[in-house]
């Protein structure tokens, strides 16, 4: 056994040794659940760099019950959807769990801090994990956007079957925006468009 070592440590390359001993970290990291969020993490946001968001050629009304979706927020208050109407609305549905989600929320956290102060909009990041879990989610990834849970069902409007999806919703009530998947939400052209909704 030490013979094959001898000769593959004479024969390879230092940058062979170095993609093998990469190759098996990857391989490692792969078994346990936390390596595998990390990569999958990393790749969707490479992804995610990539993926612009684009408006609907066909902005879609919102019923007005559609607005009525109780939630609970980071200090374990209950809040209500149809409290933040007429205001432009980021609603992005995730989970801790989801690897596309994770790869994504730098680019929402670019966005965030681009419109934090703004009165005109807010950041609902809605997951129906529990508030204990997703603040211990945040905490550790140095994430300070609003995060909110829901023991309901979302309402039709905002209804999906994959995650992550993202909704842009107008002052007037329309969504302008349904993105499924990660997608590069602090890049200049979705603030662009932020800009654009707020000036409405």
């Not at 000769?7 to 490692?28: A, Q, R």
């Amino acid at each position: 056994m030490s013979t094959k070592i001898s000769n593959y440590l004479e024969k390879k390359s230092t940058f062979g040794k170095l993609s093998d001993l990469l190759f098996i970290l990857f391989i490692g990291a792969l078994l346990f659940p936390q390596g595998r969020m990390a990569i999958g993490g990393f790749v969707n946001n490479l992804k995610a760099q990539v993926s612009n968001p684009s408006k609907l050629a066909h902005e879609i009304s919102i019923a007005e019950d559609n607005f009525n979706w109780e939630l609970i927020d980071q200090q374990g208050s209950i809040v209500n959807l149809k409290d933040h109407k007429g205001k432009v609305l980021f609603i992005n549905l995730w989970a801790t769990w989801c690897p596309p989600c994770v790869g994504e929320m730098p680019e929402i956290q670019q966005l965030y801090d681009e419109f934090k102060s703004e009165d005109g909009i807010e950041f609902l990041m809605i997951s129906n994990q529990n508030m204990t879990k997703i603040n211990r989610f945040l905490k550790s990834k140095n994430y300070n956007f609003p995060a909110y849970s829901t023991k309901f069902r979302a309402p039709t409007a905002f209804s999906t079957q994959t995650i992550p999806t993202t909704f842009v919703v107008s002052k007037s009530g329309k969504i302008v925006i349904k993105k499924i998947g990660a997608a590069n939400w602090g890049g200049k052209k979705m603030k662009k468009l932020v800009r654009e909704l707020l000036a409405e």
